[in-house]
């Protein structure tokens, strides 16, 4: 495994074909009387991946891999993004996911599609599992 996002993992030989990570900084800009502006430096801006994915039948079903992706999408909640050694990268919503069709059969059966998934820093809290209280029973 390559990574794993939320429940979702990649192999690097099946999957990933790029990964893009941008980080900037904040600064406000203040007007001054016949001066030029000064820049006061605000914070950090939320971090953004970018990751490319290559589907192909030759080792998955193209259609069931991007479903899987809209899914977690849809779920509208953060998930945690972890390298294959382990490595804690941090938490992701998913913002967009765009596909290139890049082959198909005679009968429009994907044979080959390009992803691109963008994916920003999550930083807010995630919601605890909805788990059965054990213990004592309440009236």
Known sequence: MYAQLG??????ITYFN???EAKSYTFAEHARIEKK????????SLEE???KLNFHSSFCNPETEIEKL???????????F?????KYIGTYVMQEISSTLEQS??????????????????????KADARPKQGLKTR
């Open 7 to 12: 429940n979702i993992r990649f192999d690097l």
């Open 18 to 20: 790029g990964f893009d």
């Open 37 to 44: 502006p000064r820049l006061q430096y605000t914070g950090e």
């Open 49 to 51: 991946l970018n990751i």
């Open 70 to 80: 809209k899914t977690l999408a849809n779920t509208h909640q953060p998930q945690p």
């Open 82 to 86: 972890i390298l294959g050694n382990g």
């Open 105 to 126: 059969d005679k009968q429009g059966n994907i044979i080959s599609i390009q992803t691109q998934l963008k994916l920003k820093e999550w930083t807010g809290q995630i």
